[in-house]
């Protein structure tokens, strides 16, 4: 063994066996004590002298074991263990301090983490797949646009064919399947995947095989069509039964041949979903119907497209490929004259990305309010550092004689800064712990907020587990917030006179005169952003009222949709039609119910239709349409300018007719009155009939004015087998309704999943997500930062004060009234507040801007809004400011000029 290794290896087990070394160091010393002593008896030396001689040479027995220490230790990480420990009882003597401490650094910690959780998980995180780091998402640029990701089959098709290109490409689609259970139908979340879908993620089946090339093709396999079921599905519907490989599974109305089972980990190539069942491409007929998206070819822009690379190959290569043969497969899958002519004009190129995260389309919906919402964590965490240093460096002022009389005693500037550090190292690692040990609470609260989709189910969400980034992140924050609370404030503590703290225990004159700026300082700086943050939550949270309250052209309370799907069931035109009357008449009948109808198209939920009309002469104009009942315009309280309702007799038989809102008559016809003019259809010059002109409301978009729209009656839709959804006016509980309409489900359509209800208001909820999203957490987060700033400016002047107790007990005792003293204090620490609030005010100016594309009506200067985060800002500093006054002013004179 080489000496540094001997060394080495002694300082290491010096660390866990510190008192058997101690005690074998003792050993040693007395034996070597005990053998000089008899050496020197037999040399003739007498006894006492022989101890005289011995105490001389040896010294101290504990000098020696010091020394013997410094050797076998590695005496910085003991300093630091010893300092740990110190500021452990300092922390433990101060039970308030610390909680207020941790408990603010653990908001700020532990807020950041959790987004940063959430970011990480949607952004960054790869799929946990084997072949990740292979995939690469394709999309498309069209013209000179941003990149596009919903395929065509006929793209897919054309790219899966070159095998020179990828080593494989697969495509999927996420879809709600209707699968007949015991009971009853049953939506259950699943996805088409093409035949190298299983192979290319390189996940293996947790029991059976997965689907193959040989299992997509038209028609199925000889046998049928097979299906891939998750672990879930398995456990829930059959018990994990070895007996349900090979057993059939119903799905719209055609049974599948189950054939794997998919382990829990596997979600496929999107992170956001969580399909049950995985069916083959090619039965997208069976699972769309009455819809073909395969036979509809260029017509359907619906597939997801992804590929895996070559072992070696690169991006760049893959896209040089990409862009040679786009063209070629453009112009090959044009298949009418139109898309011909746009092949031939406009450009047009494929693009690869990095796919190791999968594809996700709410990565583009919540990446610019994710990083909104980051920012802001970050700003409550800065704001909670700023005010544990405030905290930290009034509470290390009231030691000011403890340091300088350890530095007149020998102790190094360096020595007693790395103490001083270590405290605010505990407070930051019992922070991050405490932070670390609310992310899963704060992220399920964010995921639930964050990450739902349209239609109201939950079936989008995000695994937020733990990884190194994650890991890396937070240690990061961790030694950033030691720094950020505890540097400033140790520097300043082991600066100044030693003399005069030490027979003052506070700082000379000049010195006390500079280091009263800091604080107040760190204090300003403190209320300025806690005022950015109320400015923007300020703005966010109107800018969503608006976005309530904006007209939207119908009255959405106690208004409740109910959904049907009879895409499946074998009823059609006429016959349908009839179920839907009987349902709706069922439903109009119900003991709370005001009106009912029904509609194609769910205002505000996303879908939408639209087509080119033209009144005879005019050009044509896109109109957005809808199909709707009797008594739609009633229950919608969307008001009848002129004209009637459309009727069940509005039949094709009966004439085409339309109804147009206000902005679509004026388009099409000026100021001439519409009713009974003629609307004709550019595309199969279907000719309709004015009924009836409405007031205009809000389509798609609540943020975007209403456009012209038309509707046309329920039996004169274009499509195949229509699903409605029920609209109804409700007064009370609409429970008793939803269980109504599912018993009329059951009654005249038993073949139909059951009918889903949601309200009016969740829909235009689940539409404002991101803006919902940002208002509430922007709030949350002021009110974070109006309670940390409140705190910090009250422990930080109760200090302040608190040094000042001498001071004010002079002044009362030579006749300062109590009104005086109060006055006094609470000036100076409101000039403080006023002073933050403009420069928080300026900041504010500039911060705003970059939520200028999440306002609606509102602007990032809206003067109302800043006036009243000031005027708030300056209260909640008022108050924090007030209790030290009040307090100081209570003080009994004699007792204060004793109080050193």
Known sequence: MSPQWAEFSGKIKALFHKRSMDSEMAEELELHRVM???????????????????????????????????????????????????????????????????????????????????????????????????????????????????????????????????????????????VKSAESNENVPGQLVSGEFFEALGTAPLTGRYLTPADDVEG???????????EGFWTKWFHRGPEAIGSKLVIANVPFTIVGVMPKSFVGADPTQRPEIFVPLNADAIIAAPHNNIADGMHAW??????????????????????????????????????RHDAETQPFRFVAEPGSGGFAYARFVFR????????????????????????????????????????????????????????????ALLGTLAGIALVPLVGLGLNSLAISDHSGNDHVQLAIGTDWRLLAFTAAVAMVATILIG???????????????????????????RKKLLPRVLMTFEVGLALVLVVGAGLLATSLVKLF??????????????????????????????????????????????????????????????????????????????????????????????????????????????????SAAKLLFGDRNPIGETVVASHDKTMYQVVAVVGDAKYRNPRKPAPAAAYVPLAQGDEEKPSYSAVVRVRGSAVPVAQAARELAAKYAPTIPAPVML??????????????????????????????TAIG???????????????????????????????????????????????GLIAALLATKALASFLYETSPHDPWILSAAIAILICVASAASLLPAIRAARIEPITAIRYE
């Open 302 to 339: 619906w597939l997801t497209v992804m590929a895996q690379m070559k072992p070696g190959d690169t991006l760049a290569h893959v896209n040089a490929g990409l862009e040679s043969v786009s063209k070629a497969i453009q112009l090959a899958s044009a298949t009418d004259p139109e898309l």
């Open 759 to 788: 309200s009016m208001d969740d829909v235009i909820n689940n539409t404002l997500f991101a803006e919902r999203m940002l208002a509430w957490l922007s709030v949350f987060f002021a009110v974070c930062a109006l309670l940390v």
């Open 36 to 178: 000089m002593w008899e050496k020197l008896l037999r040399q003739g030396v007498s006894e006492t002298q022989a101890e005289q001689a011995v105490a001389r040479r040896f010294g101290n027995s504990g000098r020696w074991h010091e020394r013997l220490r410094e050797v076998r230790q590695f005496r910085g990480l003991e300093n630091l263990l010893r300092d740990m420990q110190f500021s452990a009882r300092l922390l433990r003597k101060s039970p308030g301090f610390t909680a207020v401490a941790v408990i603010t650094l653990a908001l700020g910690i532990g807020a950041n983490t959790a987004i940063f959780s959430l970011i990480n998980a949607l952004l960054y995180k790869s799929l946990a797949a084997p072949n990740a780091q292979q995939l690469a998402v394709i999309g498309y640029i069209q013209g000179n646009g941003q990149p596009e990701y919903d395929f065509p089959y006929p793209y897919f098709q054309k790219l899966d064919a070159r095998k020179d290109m990828f080593q494989s490409v697969f495509a999927f689609d996420s879809k709600v399947m209707q």
């Open 368 to 427: 610019k309010p994710l990083m909104t919402m980051f920012a802001m964590c970050v700003g409550i965490l800065v704001l909670a550092c700023v005010n544990l240093a405030s905290l930290l460096m009034a509470r290390s002022a009231a030691r000011e004689r403890e340091l300088a009389t350890r530095l007149a005693l020998g102790a190094s500037r360096k020595r007693l800064v790395q103490q001083l550090l270590s405290e605010s190292a505990m407070i």
């Open 549 to 662: 309250h904006s007209g939207l052209g119908f009255d959405p309370q106690h208004l409740e949709s109910i959904s049907f799907r009879m895409d499946k069931q074998q009823l059609d035109g006429d016959a349908l039609m009839r179920v839907y009357q009987q349902i709706g008449d069922g439903i109009s009948h119900q003991p709370g119910v005001v009106s009912s109808s029904f509609q194609f198209i769910v205002p505000i939920s996303g879908p939408g239709w639209n087509g080119r009309y033209n009144s005879p002469g005019g050009k044509p104009e896109i109109l957005w349409l809808n199909a709707v009942g009797p008594k739609y315009f009633e229950t919608m309280r969307i008001p009848i300018f002129q004209g009637r309702e459309f009727t069940w007799n509005d039949t094709k038989a009966s004439g085409m007719k339309i109804t147009l809102n206000a």
């Open 220 to 230: 199925g396999s000889p046998t049928g069509f097979a299906v891939v079921i998750s």
């Open 487 to 513: 540097l400033i404030p140790a520097l300043q503590s082991t600066s100044g006179d030693l003399n005069q703290q030490i027979k003052t225990g506070q700082h000379a004159a000049q010195p006390r005169e």
């Open 793 to 839: 400016l009250y422990g930080t002047l109760s200090y302040a004060t608190a040094r000042r107790t001498s001071e004010i007990g002079i002044r009362m005792a030579l006749g300062a009234k109590r009104g005086r003293v109060v006055s006094l204090v609470f000036r100076e620490n409101v000039v403080v507040a006023v002073t933050g609030a403009v420069a």
